[in-house]
T-cell receptor, first 115, second 114 residues
Framework: EAQVTQNPRYLITVTGKKLTVTCSQN?????MSWYRQDPGLGLRQIYY???????DKGDVPEGYKVSRKEKRNFPLILESPSPNQTSLYFC??????????????FGPGTRLLVL | SQQGEEDPQALSIQEGENATMNCSYK?????LQWYRQNSGRGLVHLIL?????REKHSGRLRVTLDTSKKSSSLLITASRAADTASYFC??????????????FGQGTILTVHP
């Protein structure tokens, strides 16, 4: 089954404790992206990747890192989490075309609480 | 600046009625997409309309795009209680360094009463 998976689905942590949220897709998509969703603010893009070893900042990259060493995986790293990073995080992937953004397939979300 | 903004923020209708949601954006786009989200879950793609298209249909969904007004609308006909969800438009930036950035609006919360 074609899908985007995220782990963990729920995470409670404390300020400053490094964490990684994994994202994996099995559709051989070139493009992957991370978003955070907060009440009243909608979805905001954190980082995206056009292909292996190619990443770029979205609208809210501060406090986050990403890497794209393999096509299928795009982990989100919080080196020193802070309470303002408490949010619902989504990973998404899509095939890359030359005609703009195509349909994005979303993972189920990771709900993060930073104390 | 916010690229896609939906209107209204919330919409409450009876089953069988039509629901119309609007999206406005600020810059040139290649594509505009509509997504649906059930409470707290992942987004599901509904329909994509390209900048050179004016109208597109998919089942009970009808999307229009007016690039001169930088706006789009999503019409759900003969709504059902199962259509209750949040609906988001998403736009990409046309050309150059904005490729790859997808901007979502804040969404319209649709409630369909049985």
């Amino acid at each position: 089954e074609a899908q985007v998976t995220q782990n963990p689905r729920y995470l409670i942590t404390v300020t400053g404790k490094k964490l990684t949220v994994t994202c994996s897709q099995n559709m051989n998509h070139e493009y992957m992206s991370w978003y955070r969703q907060d009440p009243g603010l909608g979805l905001r893009q954190i980082y995206y990747s056009m292909n292996v070893e190619v990443t770029d900042k979205g609208d809210v990259p501060e406090g986050y890192k990403v890497s794209r060493k393999e096509k299928r995986n795009f982990p989100l790293i919080l080196e020193s989490p802070s309470p303002n990073q408490t949010s619902l995080y989504f990973c998404a992937s899509s095939p890359r075309t030359s005609g703009g953004q195509e349909t994005q397939y979303f993972g189920p979300g990771t709900r993060l609480l930073v104390l | 600046s916010q690229q896609g903004e939906e209107d209204p923020q919330a919409l409450s209708i009876q089953e069988g009625e039509n629901a119309t949601m609007n999206c406005s954006y600020k810059t040139s786009i290649n594509n505009l997409q509509w997504y649906r989200q059930n409470s707290g879950r992942g987004l599901v793609h509904l329909i994509l309309i390209r900048s050179n298209e004016r109208e597109k249909h998919s089942g009970r969904l009808r999307v229009t795009l007016d690039t001169s007004k930088k706006s789009s609308s999503l019409l759900i006909t003969a709504s059902r209680a199962a259509d209750t969800a949040s609906y988001f438009c998403a736009t990409d930036g046309a050309g150059g360094t904005s490729y790859g950035k997808l901007t979502f609006g804040q969404g319209t919360i649709l409630t369909v009463h049985p």
